[in-house]
């Protein structure tokens, strides 16, 4: 299992970065919250079926605290694809990157531990990118690339209440029930605001991006996380796993056309960058030297 660490790491980080352009064409046919509502319920049966021994071990504090983890997780996705609706799938995925960079200063107000050199150098590098990708010459944004970033302070916000709410608790049953609560924040969202895309739902065209988000991009993709972070060391895994982006806009720029300029690739080098530096601190590169002595 140690050796197939790494290449599900990469196969997680494939699978998510291909989600942003088939969500853009899911989104063309299904509204933002229903779409998420049956990925997130077919996430929670798909999970709970996989992780069904560890029923067993449940109790009913995994209910609240997977509540808070989904309504967190809900935020995150709802506003992300609410904002995937008005810009393109790789400014999308690069502005979403920027909450690894959010993490270690939201850590800060919430658990009190202050951030370090390399986490302030990685804001200013970040901010300077999302400078270069999302503001116009008249140094305005657009809705799509505010509510990314939005987006991005959710899914910071979510980790720190993860790491808040998880302890003690098995991962995976929480995650479960995270997914559920998920879901069930979207229905209500989606039988509020939208109409339900009944006639979508038998378009094949539809349904199979719509099962590979749910299979592929929500449960695949979260237990090759799990597993290859379980026999990997944490600086190589954050690196791995921060090509979501770059594997977002390369399959975006392939299969959805979107069109790259000098600008922003300088942008989207800055986020890369800032995000190796906040989540690694460069730590491979000393463990290269040492290697080599």
């Keep these: 299992m140690k050796l197939l660490a790494k290449p599900m790491l990469f196969a997680a980080a494939i699978i998510w970065g291909t989600s942003f352009f088939i969500m853009k064409n899911a989104l063309d046919a299904l509204p933002p919250f229903y779409l998420l509502a049956i990925r997130f319920t077919a996430g929670a049966v798909l ?4 992780a069904w021994k560890k029923w067993q071990i449940f109790t009913w504090d995994h209910l609240w605290r997977g509540a808070v983890m989904g309504a967190f997780l809900f935020l995150a996705y709802s506003i ?5 609706t008005l810009t393109t799938p790789s400014k999308n995925a ?3 990157a920027v909450y690894c960079v959010l993490v270690p200063f939201l850590s800060w107000a919430v658990i009190r531990v202050r951030p370090d050199r390399f986490n302030i150098a990685a804001a200013l590098l970040c901010v300077t990118g999302v400078g270069f990708v999302s503001l116009t010459e008249e140094l305005t944004i657009n809705a799509g690339d505010l509510l990314t970033l939005v987006a991005a302070f959710f899914y910071a916000s979510h980790i720190v209440a993860v790491a808040k709410v998880s302890p003690g608790k ?3 049953l929480l995650t479960v029930f995270q997914f559920a609560f998920a879901g069930l924040y979207a229905w209500i969202g989606g039988l509020l605001t939208e ?3 009944a006639q979508a739902l038998t ?3 539809v349904v199979l991006p719509m099962a590979y988000l749910c299979v592929m991009a929500t449960t695949v993709a979260l237990l090759f ?5 379980v026999w990997s060391d944490p600086a190589s895994a954050s690196v791995i796993l921060s090509l979501e982006s770059v594997f977002g806009v390369l399959f975006s720029v392939l299969f959805y056309g979107d069109p790259v300029t ?4 300088i942008g989207f080098g800055l986020i890369f960058v800032a995000v190796v530096c906040s989540e690694t601190k460069f730590s491979f590169l000393s463990k290269k030297e040492e290697n080599t002595i």
């Design 80 to 84: 992300q694809t609410f904002g995937l």
């Design 47 to 50: 999970l709970a079926l996989i």
């Design 195 to 197: 109409t339900f895309p």
């Design 225 to 229: 996380q799990n597993v290859g972070q």
């Design 170 to 172: 098995d991962i995976t």
């Design 262 to 265: 000098g600008r922003l690739l």
């Design 203 to 205: 378009d094949p065209a």
């Design 94 to 96: 690069f502005l979403t």
